[in-house]
């Protein structure tokens, strides 16, 4: 995906920073030692091979004064407190982070190199997949998002932006969405839905929210490229930038893009019927992310009109459900 946020890096500053983090080694010798891994949307993303063999990842954030959304507020540092914490349970296949650069001096934005995953992207190996084989590994994608969320924290929103944070659930869900509004009234997005309608909605069921009395860690971005299988089981989950403190329905695998109403993820997680007030929650989430995905494309300038295209009918089946509930 071609996004204008990824900030691509010569072989000479990606050496300089390789040598800053190991110890002064060296890239190995051939071009394939460094190979831009272009599935991302948002940072830029290499495949890295030093000296003495070892290969790991390099991940560096959007150049200094890059139009983002408000709740993309470094998210690296969200990103790579996630990680730290969660590799805390080895049931949790996270890679390591090696190091993590924030100067600004050797690259005009903060970068992290990591462990690289044995394994292969999800997105692209269940196409080679039985249906049981998938069946397994949806249900294990469900038990490790179950051990994410069991990591507790004290406000709830995002690390990173302590402007998005509050003391309650309801108060913190309104504040991000009333961002993304923001972020999309800046670049004038035209919604499908008018932007009191969008706010009414929110406010209709807004009560659902307060239900949740403890922040628990999202990852909030678990989609099928975040995961790495191998050899019949998930091998790594990646991606913790957009995470936050906030309830488990917020998970990708509560959302539904046109598949079983119950999926093997959320046998794997163990959440498989919901009252109604977990129902307001779901849509409200779901409009939530289809509002992230369509004002981003007026952020990232992509080279397909398919995340907008997708975000419209989330945006759609959540405002339907939510207006006449």
């Known amino acids: 995906m071609e996004s204008k946020t990824k900030n691509r890096k010569t072989r000479e500053q990606i050496g300089a920073m390789a040598a800053r983090a190991f110890d ?23 495949g890295v091979r030093l000296a003495d063999g070892r290969q790991v990842v390099l991940k560096i954030a959007p150049p200094a004064g890059s139009e983002v959304l408000t709740y993309e507020s470094n998210i690296m540092t969200t990103e790579v407190a996630a ?21 600004r001096d050797l690259c005009d934005s903060a970068y992290f190199f990591m462990e690289k995953v044995a394994g292969d992207n999800l997105e692209h190996a269940k196409a080679d997949m039985a249906p049981e084989a998938r069946a397994a590994i949806d249900r294990q994608i469900g038990e490790i998002i179950r051990a994410v969320n069991a990591f507790t924290g ?28 923001d972020d999309g009234a800046r670049k004038a997005v035209v919604y499908d839905f008018g932007y009191d309608e969008i706010r009414v909605a929110v406010r209709k069921h807004a009560a659902a929210l307060d239900e949740i009395a403890a922040p628990c860690l999202v990852h909030w971005d678990a989609w099928d490229p975040n995961w790495f299988v191998r050899d019949g089981k998930v091998a790594g989950i990646i991606d913790f930038e957009r995470a936050l403190w ?31 007030a977990e129902r307001e929650r779901c849509q409200l989430y ?12 007026y952020y ?21 459900w939510l207006k006449a509930n």
């Open 24 to 46: 002064g080694m060296a890239l190995a010798a051939g071009e394939d030692a460094i190979v831009e891994m272009k599935d991302g949307w948002f940072n830029a993303s290499y």
């Open 83 to 103: 990680m730290r914490l969660v590799r805390r349970n080895p049931d949790i296949p996270v890679p390591e982070i090696y190091s993590f650069d924030d100067v």
């Open 154 to 181: 004290t406000y709830f929103g995002y690390e990173g932006n302590t402007e998005l944070r509050a003391a309650t659930w309801r108060e913190a869900f309104v504040k991000i969405v009333e961002s993304v509004l």
């Open 286 to 297: 779901q409009l939530h992310l289809a509002l992230v995905m369509n004002t981003e494309c």
């Open 246 to 276: 906030a309830e488990p329905l917020m998970e990708a695998h509560f959302r539904n893009f046109g598949g079983p109403e119950i999926s093997d993820a959320m046998r794997g997680y163990g959440k498989t019927t919901f009252t109604f």
């Open 300 to 320: 990232r300038n992509y080279d397909t009109d398919d995340v907008l295209n997708d975000s419209r009918k989330l945006m759609r089946s959540a405002m339907e």
